[in-house]
């Protein structure tokens, strides 16, 4: 999950590398480097150790200007995150860099080692640089330069297993940047007289908007006046260049103090963007076009499975809640990592759909490579047009949240569980398990959503706080019920990912069984108790702590008394349908971990160990 970016063109600056790796530094930020390639074959490499922001004080030392350059900001997998570990490496005349896992890393270095390479740091990366030098080096002196590093790069990769995006620098072929994919993401910016390369389209749409994404086993030659596209063996492979909708103010904070805070406030558009031309309000139908209904008839689905991870996977785990009210199918929601260890039980009605906010998060393309391998109908449900589980699905129907920066997802969760929404109105359509009057009912619901969650973001200042109140806890309990459960998982996620406070969520029910012996007076428990079919069961679990002294902060239907009077804390939101009502309830969770995440001083859009899209397994 690191971030690359590359240029070939008529030249660069330093400040074109540092301002595209900051782009994508949500995607890794432990250490970070960049190379440039002058005319003349002089390659100038700088690299520094943590934020990226460490580099700007060496950017001085780098060429003024350079027709090819790589820039990276890592994700330390193999190797601490020191600046001899950062990215990009150098082995003679080349100059790699690499976002991934190369997994047979160590029988290649020790076969380079016996060669006589020698090694200056712990990375897989190295390996590769090294392995791309050997083979380079091999071949006749005789042959062009650009040939021996086309054949070179073809033997490398032959060689290598694991995950691989590459941006390649070589001194002998000073007008070429070379960009190779296998299973990590890496996309093509086209512009005047110049290419681009990236981990992620965001550092590309303030130079182009026409984009295209490699696939895996690609390599792509860069010039100035074009590009060569490839397969692993040389075989030309034709491409075409997309537009890309999103815009450079998409990428700005837009005057928010972090991105996950305008991302929280962006919910309402983007729930109604994932709305958009999927409902008929009218004759009470779902547009089913984007559910692949053209290559699989949902008539035909008998069953669900939901593959995700983290946020994704408590959308998955909310929806179902939904799905299977709405379409009567049975709906199995499944960590990613963990569905391929399961004897499969799919069929050729089985709907497997992975749903990912970066399309690019290696246990879920993995898992659902398994189901689409073992026989079941794949759909994506993901914000990133082009991406790499888009490529592996049958069909994608995006959620159209726009650019998510912040590494604590907030807007793809709600647009996520809207998206899941409409699947489980489409399937309940054409299983003719509702009425079109009661789908055209859900429907005035799900367009009555974004307006509520305008009315919880109003709920900001007081959450605040509540974050002095509650920001030195040292763990915290969150409990919920049906749908609520699902949110209180989420609530629990954010506020561990961002505040590192322990936290924890059960289903209320779950609380007797054991974790109940958590209760004291020290313990804060974070009870979701809106005004909905759970609410009197839920009452009683919160009876059950207060009574062994735990303290109470509750999230209900705002003006009830009852719940009120239980609780240390209160926060109410407004009284809504049960379709609204899991909306409602996750603005305050995810405001409330911002909050005490600000007011403990961590680093809220780039929480420590963590990296915005995990394409390591
Ligand atoms: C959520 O806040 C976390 N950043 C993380 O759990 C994330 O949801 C998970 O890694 C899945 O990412 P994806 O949606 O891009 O696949």
């Known amino acids: 999950?690191?971030?690359?970016?590359?240029?070939?063109?008529?030249?660069?600056?330093?400040d074109f590398f540092f301002n595209g790796l900051k782009r994508l530094e949500y995607r890794g930020y432990d250490s970070a480097g960049i190379a440039m390639l002058t005319s003349d074959g002089t390659i100038s490499v700088e690299r520094a150790e943590g934020k990226l922001a460490n580099l700007q004080s060496k950017l001085a030392r780098l060429p003024a200007k350079a027709t090819v350059g790589i820039g990276h900001t890592r994700w330390a997998t193999h190797g601490r995150p020191t600046e001899n570990n950062a990215h990009p490496h150098r082995s003679g005349d080349i100059v790699l860099l690499h976002n991934g896992i190369i997994e047979n890393y160590r029988p290649l270095k020790e076969a380079l080692m016996a060669k006589g390479y020698t090694f200056t740091s712990e990375t897989d990366t190295e390996v590769a640089a090294h392995l791309l030098n050997a083979e380079y080096s091999a071949l006749p002196a005789s042959l062009p330069a650009f040939e021996k590093m086309q054949k070179a790069i073809y033997k490398?990769?032959?060689?290598?297993?694991?995950?691989?995006?590459?941006?390649?620098?070589?001194?002998?072929?000073?007008?070429?940047?070379?960009?190779?994919?296998?299973?990590?993401?890496?996309?093509?910016?086209?512009?005047?007289?110049?290419?681009?390369?990236?981990?992620?389209?965001?550092?590309?749409?303030?130079?182009?908007?026409?984009?295209?994404?490699?696939?895996?086993?690609?390599?792509?030659?860069?010039?100035?006046?074009?590009?060569?596209?490839?397969?692993?063996?040389?075989?030309?492979?034709?491409?075409?260049?997309?537009k890309v909708?999103?815009?450079?103010?998409?990428?700005?904070?837009?005057?928010?103090?972090?991105?996950?805070?305008?991302?929280?406030?962006?919910?309402?558009?983007?729930?109604a963007q994932t709305l958009q031309g999927r409902l008929e309000r009218e004759a009470g139908r779902v547009n089913i076009v984007d559910y692949g209904a053209a290559a699989l008839p949902l008539k035909s689905i008998d069953r669900l499975q939901i593959i995700a991870c983290?946020?994704?996977?408590?959308?998955?785990?909310?929806?179902?809640?939904?799905?299977?009210?709405?379409?009567?199918?049975p709906v199995e929601v499944d960590l990613a990592s963990e569905y391929r260890y399961r004897v499969s039980t799919v069929t050729k009605n089985t709907l497997a759909v992975a749903v990912s906010q970066s399309g690019e998060t290696m246990d879920t393309l993995q898992a659902i490579k398994f189901a689409r391998s073992s026989g079941a109908f794949t759909l994506g449900v993901l914000n990133v047009p082009g991406s790499s589980i888009a490529v592996a699905c049958h069909a994608e129907s995006l959620i159209h949240a726009g650019p998510e920066i912040g590494v604590a997802s907030t807007k793809a969760f709600s647009a996520q569980v809207t998206n899941l929404m409409m699947l489980g109105l489409a399937l309940a359509q054409e299983r003719e398990t509702m009425k079109p009057n009661e789908i055209g009912q859900v429907i005035e619901e799900l367009v009555k959503i974004p307006a509520f969650v305008e009315q919880c973001l109003g709920?900001?200042?007081?959450?605040?706080?509540?974050?002095?109140?509650?920001?030195?806890?040292?763990?915290?309990?969150?409990?919920?019920?049906?749908?609520?459960w699902a949110v209180a998982l989420e609530g629990a996620l954010k506020l561990k990912e961002l505040s590192y406070?322990?936290?924890?969520?059960?289903?209320?029910?779950?609380?007797?069984?054991?974790?109940?012996?958590?209760?004291?007076?020290?313990?804060?428990?974070?009870?979701?108790?809106?005004?909905?079919?759970?609410?009197?069961?839920?009452?009683?679990?919160?009876?059950e702590i207060k009574a062994r002294g735990g303290k109470i902060l509750a999230v209900g239907t705002e003006g009830d008394k009852d719940l009120m009077a239980l609780a240390d804390d209160f926060i109410g939101v407004p009284p809504t349908s049960s379709i609204v009502s899991p909306f409602a309830t996750t603005v305050p969770l995810h405001l409330l971990a911002y909050w005490i995440a600000v007011r403990k001083g961590t680093d809220v859009d780039q929480p420590r160990n963590l990296a915005k899209s995990v394409t390591v397994e």
């Not at 103090?257 to 309402?268: D, G, N, S, T, Y």
């Not at 313990?523 to 909905?532: F, G, H, S």
Request: aromatic share 10%; glycine share 10%.
């Open 501 to 543: 406070i322990h936290a924890e969520a059960y289903a209320a029910g779950e609380l007797k069984h054991g974790p109940i012996a958590l209760i004291d007076e020290d313990l804060t428990v974070v009870c979701l108790a809106p005004r909905d079919e759970y609410y009197e069961k839920t009452i009683s679990n919160i009876e």
């Open 156 to 242: 490398t990769v032959a060689q290598l297993k694991g995950a691989f995006a590459f941006g390649i620098l070589c001194t002998k072929t000073p007008d070429v940047l070379y960009a190779v994919r296998l299973g990590s993401p890496m996309v093509i910016g086209e512009g005047e007289g110049e290419y681009y390369m990236a981990s992620g389209i965001t550092a590309l749409v303030e130079h182009t908007r026409r984009v295209m994404f490699l696939e895996d086993h690609e390599v792509a030659f860069l010039r100035s006046s074009g590009l060569t596209l490839t397969d692993f063996q040389g075989a030309p492979v034709k491409r075409d260049f997309q």
């Open 1 to 14: 999950m690191c971030g690359v970016i590359g240029y070939v063109g008529l030249g660069a600056n330093p």
């Open 310 to 329: 983290g946020t994704s996977f408590y959308s998955g785990l909310l929806a179902k809640f939904f799905i299977e009210k709405f379409a009567r199918i």
């Open 245 to 271: 909708e999103w815009s450079v103010s998409m990428m700005e904070k837009g005057g928010y103090r972090h991105f996950m805070l305008k991302e929280i406030h962006e919910q309402p558009q983007a729930i």
């Open 459 to 484: 709920l900001s200042d007081a959450i605040e706080k509540l974050a002095n109140k509650y920001h030195s806890e040292r763990s915290i309990l969150f409990i919920g019920r049906g749908p609520q």
